[in-house]
Nanobody, 124 residues
């Protein structure tokens, strides 16, 4: 059974930090790229960052460059999203998704699996 489970969300003040985790199971994780996306109430889903199968290549949305860092540990089937200098506009449900062809892409619809998400709320 394929599963992607996000954790680490919560409430934080502006300027604070959170570390999200994405735990994968049920598929050959190390061959998949992983992306993080977010969706705020009343807004469209937004690409945040993607990391390729090896972890060497990444793509970041301009809105998070310099503040967010993605990493993965293929020995543990985990992907992490370190979020620093958080802003109220970062408030959203964040979810991870897996893409079987292994390259870091931005289009959420092309991903094969996705998790349920974790809420991140940044207060001003």
């Amino acid at each position: 059974q394929v599963q992607l489970v996000e954790s680490g969300g919560g409430l934080v003040q502006a300027g604070g930090s959170l570390r999200l985790s994405c735990a994968a199971s049920g598929f050959f994780f190390s061959t998949y790229a992983v992306g993080w996306f977010r969706q705020a109430p009343g807004k469209e889903r937004e690409f945040v960052v993607a990391i390729n199968r090896s972890g060497v290549n990444t793509k970041y949305a301009d809105s998070v460059k310099g503040r967010f860092t993605v990493s993965r540990d293929n020995t543990k089937n985990m992907v992490y999203l370190q979020m620093n200098s958080l802003k109220p506009e970062d408030t959203a449900v964040y979810f991870c998704a897996a893409y079987k062809w292994g390259t870091a892409i931005q289009k959420a619809d092309e991903y094969d699996y996705r998790g349920q998400g974790t809420q991140v709320t940044v207060s001003s």
